[in-house]
């Protein structure tokens, strides 16, 4: 069973900076991983991915540039960081993890969810 753990999150003013953590426990070898964001009222939508190796990547349009996701596997951890944060991005953050190597982009692709943090921008 795998186990989400996100942290990082928190209030912050429109221009700052934010670095989530992802902590994964459990069976996790060769697992594609992302961040999913759930502001008020909307559907859950995919900020970025990242594959098994960290070699590939994908990102929102509405965060291209500003967000970088990383993982390092020898910590079983996945990392969001954010810059330039707008009041847009204020949402809960939630960590997924795919039993698979390579991205995908919808949410039922993914098996397995953190509790989720919420990121609050206040403009």
């Known amino acids: 069973q795998v186990q989400l753990v996100e942290s990082g999150g928190g209030l912050v003013q429109a221009g700052s900076s934010l670095k989530l953590s992802c902590a994964a426990s459990?069976?996790?070898?060769?697992?594609?991983m992302g961040w999913f964001r759930q502001a008020a009222g909307k559907e859950r939508e995919l900020v970025a991915a990242?594959?098994?190796?960290?070699?590939?990547?994908y990102y929102a349009d509405s965060v291209k540039g500003r967000f970088t996701i990383s993982r390092d596997n020898a910590k079983n951890t996945v990392y969001l960081q954010m810059n330039s944060l707008r009041s847009e991005d204020t949402a809960v953050y939630y960590c997924?993890?795919?039993?698979?190597?390579?991205?995908?982009?919808?949410?039922?692709?993914?098996?397995?969810w953190g509790q989720g943090t919420q990121v609050t921008v206040s403009s």
């Open positions: 459990g069976r996790t070898f060769s697992y594609a």
């Open positions: 997924t993890a795919r039993s698979g190597v390579g991205i995908r982009t919808t949410l039922r692709e993914y098996d397995h």
């Open positions: 990242i594959n098994w190796s960290g070699g590939n990547t």
